[in-house]
């Protein structure tokens, strides 16, 4: 019976992969409840993620972490950037722009003085641990901004793997981190409204960390930070890689 039914998921293995994170999901918001989804249940997720990607890649000795499993290689189409993108796209259907407006100025300015400061901050990190070529520094720096940054950085400035890993890994403790602490800061950030959210959005920058930050404050508020931490992802894209690594080799040669 075991037989069958392992070699019936390795043959559709993209819906093995759905089943999989349906079951992590709902384990992890059930785990969610019980802190009064003080820890998101997405936070949880996001973890045990991450640990499954260590374990398969060790298992394995491959690349790809859990999808390097026979059993789970749906995992490398279903974390791959299409469906990524169209997840990210589709949250910004439940916006009113009515209410985005009304986040304005201090939502642009939010956005660029995030991403320089997230930017220069990572930045000084890479330089602080050895990694002093602009190269390095602006792909960690990148990281920093958000784990979507730091590798479309590191590809295009030819960064090495390693340091490509590392701003992944910087990006996703900024992540968890902002996950795990928006609900706790909400009341004194006065995340009570669209306008707010769309502001928290462009300062945080990390799509993930806000959207279940947000969903544990507020779901009505989710459309909003999303759709802005998505600009902010797509203007790092643009920005890190080019005027941020100008001025890291006009200041470090």
Same mark, same amino acid.
């Given at each position: 019976?075991?037989?069958?039914?392992?070699?019936? !998921?390795?043959?559709?293995?993209?819906?093995?992969?759905?089943?999989?994170?349906?079951?992590?999901?709902?384990?992890?918001?059930?785990?969610?409840?019980?802190?009064? +989804?003080?820890?998101?249940?997405?936070?949880?997720?996001?973890?045990?993620? /991450?640990?499954?990607?260590?374990?398969?890649?060790?298992?394995?000795?491959?690349?790809?972490?859990?999808?390097?499993?026979?059993?789970?290689?749906?995992?490398?189409? *279903?974390?791959?950037? *299409?469906?990524?993108?169209?997840?990210?796209?589709?949250?910004?259907?439940?916006?009113? /722009?009515?209410?985005?407006?009304?986040?304005?100025?201090?939502?642009?300015?939010?956005?660029?003085?995030?991403?320089?400061?997230?930017?220069?901050?990572?930045?000084?990190?890479?330089?602080?641990?050895?990694?002093?070529?602009?190269?390095? !520094?602006?792909?960690?720096?990148?990281?920093?901004?958000?784990?979507?940054?730091?590798?479309?950085?590191?590809?295009?400035?030819?960064?090495?793997?390693?340091?490509?890993?590392?701003?992944?890994?910087?990006?996703?403790?900024?992540?968890?981190?902002?996950?795990?602490?928006?609900?706790?800061?909400?009341?004194?950030?006065?995340?009570? +409204?669209?306008?707010?959210?769309?502001?928290?959005?462009?300062?945080?920058?990390?799509?993930?960390?806000?959207?279940?930050?947000?969903?544990?404050?507020?779901?009505?508020?989710?459309?909003?930070?999303?759709?802005?931490?998505?600009?902010?992802?797509?203007?790092?894209?643009?920005?890190?890689?080019?005027?941020?690594?100008?001025?890291?080799?006009?200041?470090?040669?």
């Amino acid at each position: 019976m075991f037989d069958i039914l392992y070699s019936t !998921m390795e043959k559709v293995p993209l819906i093995t992969a759905f089943l999989t994170v349906g079951v992590i999901m709902w384990v992890s918001y059930a785990i969610g409840k019980l802190t009064n +989804n003080r820890v998101h249940g997405s936070a949880i997720a996001i973890l045990v993620g /991450l640990i499954l990607a260590y374990v398969g890649g060790e298992i394995t000795g491959g690349k790809k972490g859990i999808s390097d499993v026979a059993l789970f290689s749906g995992f490398a189409l *279903m974390g791959g950037s *299409m469906l990524r993108d169209f997840a990210i796209v589709s949250t910004a259907f439940g916006v009113k /722009l009515e209410e985005l407006k009304k986040a304005g100025l201090p939502g642009v300015l939010a956005l660029i003085i995030s991403v320089i400061i997230a930017t220069v901050i990572g930045a000084a990190t890479a330089y602080a641990f050895g990694y002093t070529s602009p190269v390095d !520094m602006a792909t960690i720096g990148g990281g920093a901004t958000t784990f979507i940054v730091g590798p479309v950085t590191g590809a295009a400035l030819g960064a090495s793997s390693e340091v490509i890993a590392l701003s992944v890994a910087a990006g996703v403790v900024k992540s968890i981190a902002v996950m795990i602490l928006t609900p706790f800061l909400a009341k004194i950030a006065g995340l009570d +409204n669209p306008a707010a959210a769309a502001v928290y959005g462009g300062l945080m920058g990390t799509t993930s960390g806000v959207s279940a930050g947000l969903a544990a404050t507020d779901p009505k508020l989710v459309p909003y930070g999303a759709l802005t931490a998505t600009f902010y992802t797509g203007f790092g894209c643009l920005v890190v890689p080019s005027i941020g690594y100008m001025t890291l080799v006009a200041l470090f040669g």
